[in-house]
């Protein structure tokens, strides 16, 4: 794959992808966490490459991690063929958690965190890994202290990968995630203060996937009490008023919205960081 990849791709992602193998391939072996995203994917499937069977994939299920996601994750993992292994992620039981304080990522990337520190140490891996990139320092990201704390390496960020750099290089080696929608796990749908409840995780859960079910990629169901505020891809705003708005209203209010409003902004990432 190696010498494909090499031949189609610019000679400054070359050089990038060229750093990130070096730097993989000097840890001797580690433990990726691994949410089936592009970001991940992407370091998965170098380090799989650069490592085998030193290369361990480890994906977190709980109830903020639509199964759509988990399964896609274990498609991935098998079409990479590297090992991959899930487990469990209690950050609801967190109360600092459930509170969701502007730190709230802080607190679940902690847990999940020093779970891959015990694989890690199992399985005599010397280094954790996230997919960190160098766009990620503009964003506000509590978790980062976490990583830092508990001495998580972000390989990509090392390497000087953009998130564009990681559709490119995905692209080229032919991973289906080059052009996968971004996603954050389903507590980020929640204003800062608004506690998080496994109930209210659940019917966000349940209105995102029943309008993916008609065709929506590009989507946020923002939680703000009787009211569910849909953001989508700019291109997607006409499908949901003019050709689907009575169908996108019932499935919303099907899981337990009493009102339906499209955010005209449309989709961006971080947009509950606005109020920060």
């Known amino acids: 794959m190696t010498s494909r990849i090499l031949s189609g791709i610019a000679p400054e992602l070359r050089h990038k992808y060229d750093t990130l193998r070096e730097i993989l391939t000097g840890m001797g072996g580690c433990v990726i966490g691994f949410s089936g995203g592009v970001d991940s994917t992407l370091l998965f499937a170098v380090a799989a490459e650069c490592l085998a069977q030193r290369a361990l994939a480890v994906t977190a299920t709980s109830a903020t991690y639509p199964q759509r996601e988990l399964d896609e994750a274990r498609e991935l993992a098998e079409r990479i063929g590297g090992r991959h292994r899930v487990v469990v992620s209690e950050e609801l039981d967190i109360p600092e958690f459930q509170e969701n304080p502007s730190n709230r990522c802080y607190y679940c990337k902690h847990e999940l965190f020093g779970k891959l520190r015990a694989i890690a140490d199992q399985e005599g891996l010397p280094h954790i890994l996230d997919g960190t990139n160098i766009d990620d320092r503009s964003d506000h990201r509590p ?123 449309g989709y961006r990432s971080g947009a509950m960081n606005e109020v920060l």
């Open 143 to 265: 978790g980062r202290q976490a990583a830092e704390e508990i001495g998580v390496r972000s390989p990509l960020e090392e390497a000087g990968f953009t998130k564009q750099d990681i559709r490119d290089l995905s692209r080229a080696m032919d991973l289906p995630t080059w052009d996968k929608p971004a996603f954050a796990c389903l507590s980020s749908r929640f204003p800062y203060g608004t506690a998080i409840t496994a109930g209210r995780v659940h019917q966000v859960g349940q209105a995102e996937e029943s309008l993916r079910e008609l065709g929506f990629r590009t989507l946020r169901v923002r939680y703000h009490g009787d009211v569910a505020r849909l953001e989508l891809g700019p291109e997607e705003f006409s499908r949901a008023v003019e050709n689907l708005r009575d169908e996108v209203t019932q499935r919303v209010k099907a899981a337990g919205f009493a009102y339906v409003a499209l955010d005209l902004q």
